[in-house]
């Protein structure tokens, strides 16, 4: 009996087996199953994936815009996050505001209604014609101001006392920001920054909305024409997951590996 | 070592005084600095060892002016060890490379020698086993005898202590004060910041008792607390001796 209930319960010093994860995993994935069976069979669909093989080379298309729009977002948001963080620390006033500002819009605003306002008003206005990059550069100024803030809250993690020491050793500026500040704070942003990644990758479906022809927006295209709609959307998530699911995994990772903080 | 200062004073920006101008000459070998806190004697700890600069007057240790440029400085905290009371070792690092790294970095070892003489504090210190670890996973006596490590490591000419012990449990305590007694028997200069009053009076050839900004009494240890002559100093004993034993 006491084992039976070990594989289901633990408490909170104990390790737990990999039988017991195993069996966990296994139920839980089976409720999820059912659950979504039971629901189809309740609207009455018969999901049919075959019309994927079709659609391949679009679906892979969409899969590696999704991709390219990821991963420049991400590297041009890392920078204008570090410029943000750094201005809003300026001893010019008029810097500080306007990252300050920036950072609040941002955040406080809803990204489709970001999108709109950039690329039709102030993409129009500046000739941005290229879709691709009118998509990076909204996503980047949106991620830029959640970049911003993580990159602020670890500076603001630094202890007085480690700089202290710093000096103490007898580091001078370079050395401290060398050997101190950087480990520090990477220490602190990283975990973060990884799982932002993992944002972007999901915020970037929404540029479907300015016909940006990534994962989301080919799915949208191919459900138009076959109306097959439960199955796209279905395997719209699973693609998602497959890029998300392992950046989150190394986020978790890379949290555990800088825990050094009692 | 002579250390002298002359009309040295503190204000921190916000206007309050830390320290009123002194003066101050002596050979010093082994110093405590006691007092009650908000005296200033971390302040002036600090300014010796040229980690603040003063806001007015002249420093000078072992004969050479030290100088109030930053670069100056930085050459000057090579000479000088330093252990602070608490978070004074860098917590990214373990052990053995908060005493290396600096070695290497600072005083141009090479990766090599500044890894053995690491390795050799940290077995003297009985930290041998200890060295993969982090400042988190070890107690505070460890820490502590990590950061005097650190702090000769490079064989500074004076080590400064700002209360190395009152972070401590009593166990611990007694075996950080060990090591700082072991190091006097050496031959080590010393300044130390404490509140362990059987440590300053014992181990300390001379005391300074900083009271409110100002250096009431300066003389050898022994005297000093055998006859306190001021009225601050002999209230400020008599309330530590309230729960003695």
């Known amino acids: 009996m006491m084992k039976i209930k070990k594989l289901f319960w633990v408490s909170e010093k104990e390790n737990i087996s990999h039988t017991a994860v195993l069996l966990n995993l296994l139920f839980v994935t089976v409720l999820w199953v059912a659950l979504f069976w039971l629901s189809l069979n309740a609207i009455h669909v018969h999901l049919d994936f075959s019309f994927l093989k079709q659609f391949r080379i679009r679906i892979w298309d969409g899969f590696l815009v999704t991709i390219g729009l990821s991963l420049s977002s991400f590297i041009l948001s890392f920078i204008i996050g570090i410029l943000s963080a750094a201005g809003q620390s300026s001893p010019l006033l008029f810097i500080r505001f306007f990252c300050g500002i920036y950072v609040k819009f941002i955040r406080g605003t809803p990204l489709i209604m970001q999108i709109y306002l950039f690329f039709y008003i102030i993409g129009t206005a500046w000739g941005v014609s290229s879709r691709f990059a009118a998509g990076v550069m909204i996503l980047s100024i949106f991620e830029g101001a959640y970049i911003s803030e993580i990159i602020r809250g670890s500076l603001l993690s630094l202890d007085e006392s480690q700089l202290e020491a710093a000096r103490g050793v007898g580091f001078n500026r370079k050395q401290t920001l060398r050997y101190v500040i950087f480990p520090q704070i990477t220490a602190c942003a990283l975990p973060a920054l990884t799982g932002q990644f993992a944002s972007i990758i999901k915020d970037s479906s929404l540029l479907s909305m300015i016909a940006v022809i990534e994962l989301t927006q080919a799915m949208r295209e191919i459900s138009a024409v076959n109306l097959r709609l439960f199955e796209c959307y279905l395997f719209l998530g699973v693609l998602y997951l497959c890029l998300t699911l392992p950046i989150s995994l190394i986020s978790e990772f890379l949290e555990r590996r800088f825990q050094y903080e009692s | ?245």
């Open chain 2, 1 to 245: 070592m002579k250390v002298e200062f002359q009309n040295l004073s503190k204000q921190f920006e916000a206007g309050q005084t830390i320290l009123k101008p002194m003066d101050f000459s002596d050979e010093i070998n082994t110093l405590a600095i006691i007092g009650p806190s908000g005296g200033g004697k971390s302040t002036l700890l600090r300014i010796i060892g040229g980690l603040i600069t003063p806001t007015t007057g002249r420093l000078w240790v072992d004969s050479k002016e030290v100088t109030q440029k930053e670069s100056d400085l930085q050459k000057y905290r090579r000479q000088i060890g330093f252990v602070f009371q608490q978070g004074g070792l860098f917590r990214h690092m373990n052990a053995k490379d908060n005493i290396a790294i600096p070695l290497e970095q600072v005083h141009g070892y090479s990766k090599e020698t500044a890894s053995a003489r690491a390795m050799e504090l940290l077995e003297r210190f009985g930290l041998k086993d200890d060295w993969k670890k982090r400042p988190a996973a070890l107690s505070g006596g460890q820490k502590q005898r990590v950061a005097i490590a650190r702090a000769i490591a490079p064989r500074p000419k004076l080590l400064l202590l700002d209360e190395p012990t009152s972070a401590l449990d009593p166990e611990y305590t007694t075996e950080v004060l060990d090591v700082i007694r072991e190091l006097k028997d050496e031959g080590m200069h010393f300044i130390i910041v404490t509140h362990e009053m059987g440590f300053a009076r014992h181990a300390c050839e001379k005391t300074a008792f900083l009271y409110e900004g100002s250096l009431l009494e300066y003389c050898e240890s022994e005297q000093l607390f055998n006859h306190p002559w001021t009225g601050q100093l002999q209230r400020f004993l008599g309330k530590l001796l309230e729960w003695n034993v």
